[in-house]
């Protein structure tokens, strides 16, 4: 089938991934600038990493970074398990009392603005603190888990619903209880997506402002909350440096996520001729 | 409710598997109702049916992923309505077969198996056993994707086959098959059901199929069966309207009783412009209305007038559909109605007929159905 | 599924269904609460809804004044119409581009999609902070928009970008544009060929098509895409409160500054309900949206 490329949507593809990409450009640019005011080029200095030591001489930077860190992975974690669960419970269980409400629910955190789930969370807490104490990485933690778990149900339902029922069933027809199908069958079929939204949720986690700052207490700072106070106050080279790191992560990730993706697709195309040469 | 006996061809002693008054509902929707049943042992039953008539639910029922709305179901003397699907000596065969895409072959083959707590050289011998007897030696390592559609089907047959259950359930096997594979598979599969003597219960909705494999055929309509018997009794001896028309193709006309004797019936059909005589009697009132049913290949054609009254009438050729071993012709009666005949093509000396050419159809008397259904 | 026992079905459910109601709808109810008590000087800052008096007799105390207050004073108004109308706008302009955008990626030849894709949805992976923060740096009186400005002589001395709506604006739909091309490039790309082969079979132009097929059969991702950034955009704070300026009047930062500067909570709790139930009807239309595509 011929390929008409439109000329209108080219410029509009390379304007739009312009749009995207020139802000993080920039940021990794201006963060081997000497000066200290962030975008005045110091020619004579730059470039440089000394904002790069200085990043990771700030014990209070590294600090929040650490605690974001564990918070993002119990979090991610925790959600991942409550997002399976549910997952399951709306793909497989055809009608049941309540799931009405239990759709809205698991798609509402997505979607409303943080700072009404945020709100309500802290009263939430204020209301339990005799039960679960002061606010800190416990109540963020739960309040990201309550919001990330809406995520992971969209990535894990999605991969769920592909899944062809007759292998469950060809399981249990073969013997297969229910819990032994779900774990021997089901869970390595849907792996992917599990992965898939547990990164998704810890970088959720990782990046989140509105609802920590509700939720945090004093000693609690993420590293979200550092960068916000930081940046209210003006650019900062140190935040150039830090966003240059998280931006080399996240693409080596991607990069490796996308090798692993191309691979998987190769080996499938050999497989599928493998088939074809066969005969009946 | 229907209570089928089988005609012939049944062992004698209790059946292996029964149902009974088995029905089904969704809502108000009742897809299977008040079906009764008795297969024997060793036997290969078919449930044959249009999409939507019930037979893949009552397949269902007989594995335990539907549970009954009424009715029970025994498998060699014991109810197994309420037992779940992984507690049943059933196994099934699913239509898209259903393999394990994340295990070879061998570890499919092999799942029922381990689900049992079979030991590990018992498995690997078994599993070694069946592979061969499906000639798929030397794939145990392959994964589903990288085999055929033959192959899948064959891996999926000998994991249902691996736990020698008690009953296997097969839906529609041969359909994801092109014609000439679907001729070889269905020898096989009847070589190997001889061999292993497990009862086979079929679901399909491919008349073909049923004729080649069943022993006896199940026809069903609307959630219920029709008809049990073998492929003879049912292509020769249908009890309905329905299961004429739904077998192969028939001529079925309209007709009302003008004498009916214990010998003999004959029957003024006003479509025909004869009178149809029947060498056996029918079972009905007098004067009934009924539906008479003539097979195209019963249907004689001639240039010349055949002796006799009855069973004889004059036609055209309006229609010809050479087939290579058989010549389809659809005859016009005077009177406009049209007739379909099958000639077998015995020899390349026989005469044919042209598009328009005058004819004279006849048929033996035996070879009408009378239909009072 | 004939064989889950009721008892099994229900122990897969309750876990998430509890946490959930715990930790999602209980907060809402509190805030409801809330919204309808008064001020004290106290921690927390609410006077109690219900009291005992020494007849041991209990009495609720439902202040509407909050309501009142929010719905008739001129700022809160003013707040609320200026987020539908930034969210709005952002949401058309995201729209606007995201659709192209998700349409080149989608027709792009095999290896070229898994790339563009992954690019389209990088952004979406680094901070969301930090990206709202490059924008404070290219748009400073000193950043390199002004800079290039100057340098061409289109301006004489630098502008005042940032703390201005259109900053907002810019950094509104640079954040949501992957909200907005992800559900359209899924859309876009379920879209049968053939149909448009049929379409230029039967003499339709392709601009034509694009417009009589291609969009209406992308309706729904259209839809999925406008509510995934109206929605929470109406209610946004950080980019506001960034590059936003002090007459900037987005409701998300209003209840932000009532809550922790004002430390009104009742007031706070009050907008945060006006703001649920404006954005309710919202949610409801997103949920039909997605359970009609789910079907599909």
Redesign the interface.
């Known amino acids: 089938m011929h390929q008409r490329r439109s000329w209108f949507v080219l410029s509009m593809l390379c304007f739009g991934f312009a749009f995207l990409y020139v802000p993080i450009l920039s940021m990794i640019v201006y963060s081997f600038n000497a000066s200290r005011l962030v975008t005045v080029w110091d020619s004579a200095h730059s470039p440089t990493l000394v904002w790069y030591s200085e990043l990771f001489r700030n014990d209070e930077i590294m600090d929040a970074a650490g605690l974001s860190f564990r918070i993002a992975a119990v979090n991610a974690t925790g959600a991942v398990i409550l997002g399976t669960l549910a997952a399951f419970a709306l793909e497989r269980f055809r009608r049941f009392r309540g799931r009405g409400l239990f759709s809205l629910l698991t798609t509402a955190p997505m979607v409303l603005p943080e700072v009404i789930t945020g709100l309500s969370l802290l009263l939430l807490f204020v209301v339990l603190e005799p039960l679960i104490g002061a606010r800190g990485a416990t109540t963020i933690t739960i309040a990201h888990m309550t919001f990330s778990m809406a995520y992971a149900i969209v990535v894990i339902q999605a991969r769920l619903a592909t899944v062809d029922r007759s292998l469950e069933e060809a399981a249990m027809d073969l013997g297969a209880r229910p819990l032994k199908v779900f774990a021997v069958i089901t869970l390595p079929l849907i792996a992917p997506a599990i992965a898939s939204a547990w990164v998704l949720s810890f970088i959720l986690s990782w990046d989140d402002i509105v609802i920590t700052s509700f939720v945090s207490g004093p000693g609690s700072t993420t590293l979200p909350q550092y960068v916000f106070s930081k940046v209210r106050l003006g650019v900062s080279p140190d935040i150039n440096a830090l966003a240059t790191i998280l931006v080399l992560i996240v693409s080596v990730a991607v990069f490796i996520a996308g090798t692993v993706m191309m691979r998987r697709d190769q080996r499938r195309i050999r497989d599928a001729q493998i088939a074809l040469g066969a005969g009946g | 409710m229907h209570e089928v006996q089988p005609r012939s061809g049944a062992t004698a002693g209790s059946p292996y598997v029964r149902l009974e008054g088995l029905t089904k509902r969704f809502g108000d929707f009742v897809a299977v109702g008040q079906v009764s049943l008795e297969i024997a042992r060793g036997e290969i039953f078919c449930l044959l049916g249009a999409s939507g008539c019930g037979k893949t639910t009552l397949l269902r029922m007989l594995a335990g992923f539907e549970t009954p709305t009424a009715g029970s179901i025994w498998i060699d003397g014991v109810d197994v309505t309420q037992v779940p699907p992984y507690e049943r000596p059933v196994n099934m065969m699913f239509q898209s077969y259903a393999l394990f895409p994340h295990m070879t072959v061998a570890q499919n083959v092999a799942f029922g198996l381990r689900q049992d707590g079979t030991g590990k050289t018992e498995i690997a011998e078994r599993v070694r056993e069946m592979l061969a007897m499906v000639q798929l030696e030397g794939y145990e390592k392959r994964k589903p994707h990288q085999l055929s559609g033959g192959q899948r089907q064959r891996v999926a047959l000998a994991r249902a086959l691996v736990k020698r259950p008690k009953l296997l359930l097969l839906d529609e096997p041969l359909g994801a098959l092109d014609k000439k594979l679907r001729e070889r598979t269905q020898f096989e599969l009847v070589t190997l059901q001889e061999k292993l003597g497990v009862t086979f219960v079929i679901v399909t909705h491919d008349q073909e199929e049923a004729m080649t494999l069943a022993s006896r055929i199940g026809v069903m309509r609307a959630g219920e069966i029709l008809q049990v018997g073998t492929p003879t009794d049912i292509y020769e001896f249908p009890g309905s309207r329905f299961v004429a028309d739904f077998i192969g193709s028939v001529n079925m006309v309209d007709g009302t009783l003008l004498e009916d004797e214990p010998g003999h019936v004959r029957i003024t059909c006003p479509q025909l412009d004869c009178t149809v005589y029947v060498d056996h009697g029918v079972s009905a009132p007098p004067d009934a209305a009924v539906a008479v049913a003539i097979r195209p290949e019963k249907i004689q054609l001639s240039r010349d007038r055949p002796p006799g009254t009855d069973n004889v009438l004059a036609g055209a050729v309006v229609g010809i559909a050479y087939l290579g071993d058989a010549t389809r012709y659809l005859v016009q009666l005077p009177n406009g109605f049209q007739l379909r005949v099958t000639a077998p093509n015995v020899s390349r000396r026989e005469e044919r007929f042209d598009h328009g050419d005058p004819v004279w159809l006849h048929w033996h008397a035996s070879s009408p159905v009378v239909v009072t259904r | 599924?004939?064989?889950?026992s009721r008892l099994?079905?229900w122990g897969?459910?309750a876990?998430?269904?509890l946490?959930?109601?715990v930790?999602?709808?209980?907060?809402?109810l509190?805030?409801l609460k809330?919204s309808f008590s008064n001020v004290q000087l106290s921690m927390?800052p609410v006077e109690p809804a219900l009291t005992w008096d020494a007849d041991h007799a209990v009495h609720l105390r439902l202040h509407l004044s909050n309501f009142a207050f929010v719905l008739s004073d001129r700022l809160y108004i003013e707040a609320f119409a200026e987020s539908l109308l930034i969210a709005a706008v952002s949401t058309v302009i995201s729209l606007l581009?995201?659709y192209?955008?998700a349409?080149?990626?989608a027709?792009a030849?095999g290896?070229w999609r898994?790339?563009?894709f992954?690019?389209?949805?990088?952004?979406f992976?680094?901070?969301?902070?930090?990206?709202v923060?490059?924008?404070?740096?290219?748009l400073?009186r000193?950043?390199?928009v002004n800079?290039l400005l100057l340098k061409l002589g289109l301006i004489h001395e630098p502008l005042q970008l940032l703390q201005t709506n259109f900053a907002v604006y810019l950094g509104m739909v640079?954040s949501y544009?992957p909200f907005m091309v992800l559900p359209l490039y899924s859309a876009i790309e379920k879209l049968d060929?053939t149909l448009l082969?049929a379409a230029a079979d039967l003499g339709c132009r392709?601009t034509k098509a694009f417009f009589t097929i291609t969009l209406p059969l992308t309706r729904e991702g259209i839809f999925a895409g406008c509510?995934?950034v109206f929605?929470?955009a109406?209610?946004?704070?950080?980019i506001p409160?960034?590059l936003g300026g002090p007459d900037t009047l987005m409701i998300?930062r209003v209840?932000?500054d009532e809550?922790f500067g004002n430390r009104d909570?009742p007031v706070?709790?009050a907008l945060?309900i006006v703001?649920?139930v404006l954005?309710s009807g919202f949610?409801?239309l997103?949920?039909y949206v997605?359970?009609r595509e789910?079907e599909a």
């Open positions: 599924m004939a064989s889950g099994g079905r897969v459910i876990l998430p269904y946490w959930l109601a930790f999602f709808l209980v907060p809402f509190i805030v809330i927390p581009i995201g192209p955008m349409y080149g990626i027709r030849p290896t898994n790339v563009l992954l690019l389209v949805v990088l952004p992976f680094t901070s969301f902070l930090l990206r923060y490059a924008w404070m740096g290219l400073g000193a950043g390199p800079g640079y544009l060929l082969e392709p509510l995934l929605i929470p109406v209610g946004e704070y950080v409160a960034l998300g209840v932000w809550f909570w706070a709790s945060a703001l649920l954005l949610v409801l997103l949920q997605q359970s789910r």
